[in-house]
């Protein structure tokens, strides 16, 4: 299994950035995905979360009304639609793949490698 990170970058306050997670290895639909981030120094936390079919959508409070979790099927492919960012979004961001909705945190099944997001003030 692999799911592969992209569209991370430099940006300024206030900006865009839209992360990808390719997904390989498995069914796809078959399994709830998610994204996290670790900021230097600090916890990994949950950021955002989607169900099977992308019915279902929740966020943590700090990202909540800025950034937008959505998912492909047919392209086997999560996505991250971060806007307004701020300097404190800054961090690295991975994908995750689970069984569960709402996930597991920690307990998901499988984990990307990150890509870093940068945002200056």
């Known amino acids: 299994v692999q799911l592969q990170a992209s569209g991370g970058g430099l940006v300024h306050s206030g900006g865009s950035l839209r992360l990808s997670c390719a997904a390989s290895?498995?069914?796809?639909?078959?399994?709830?995905m998610g994204w996290f981030r670790q900021a230097p120094g600090k916890e990994r936390e949950f950021v955002a979360g989607?169900?099977?079919?992308?019915?279902?959508?929740y966020y943590a409070d700090s990202v909540k009304g800025r950034f937008t979790i959505s998912r492909d099927n047919a392209k086997n492919t999560v996505y991250l639609q971060m806007n307004s960012l701020k300097p404190e979004d800054t961090a690295v961001y991975y994908c995750?793949?689970?069984?569960?909705?709402?996930?597991?945190?920690?307990?998901?099944?499988?984990w990307g490698k990150g890509t870093q997001v940068t945002v200056s003030s």
């Open positions: 995750a793949a689970d069984g569960s909705y709402p996930l597991r945190g920690d307990a998901m099944y499988y």
């Open positions: 290895g498995l069914t796809f639909s078959s399994y709830t």
């Open positions: 989607i169900s099977w079919s992308g019915g279902r959508t």
